[in-house]
């Protein structure tokens, strides 16, 4: 019971980053409410989101920032990592990927 609404809560999280992904451009208030119910959903059910959908966050001004469209993302070797700048605060972090 439980593990089913889960799993109807992860297909909405992912149909409402899908939709904030495509709006982002054209839309990005439309794409930003809709990132911010994704991630009201994970956080009431509990559900983990995927590195793609967290790393579309803000960690700091905690916006909803479409890859390649509200930040910038720059391949970084040694360590290989990725670096995320958001656009509307300016604030750069890094993923380390693992091998
Ligand atoms: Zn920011």
Known sequence: MKNSK???ATRRIEILFNNAL????NNPRLAQRQAEIAKKISLKFKIKMPFEVSSSFCKNCKKFIAPGIASKIRLGSKPKSIRITCTYC???YRKIISQ
Request: hydrophobic residues 20%.
């Open 90 to 92: 300016n604030h750069t």
């Open 6 to 8: 889960k799993q109807i």
């Open 22 to 25: 495509s709006n982002a451009k």
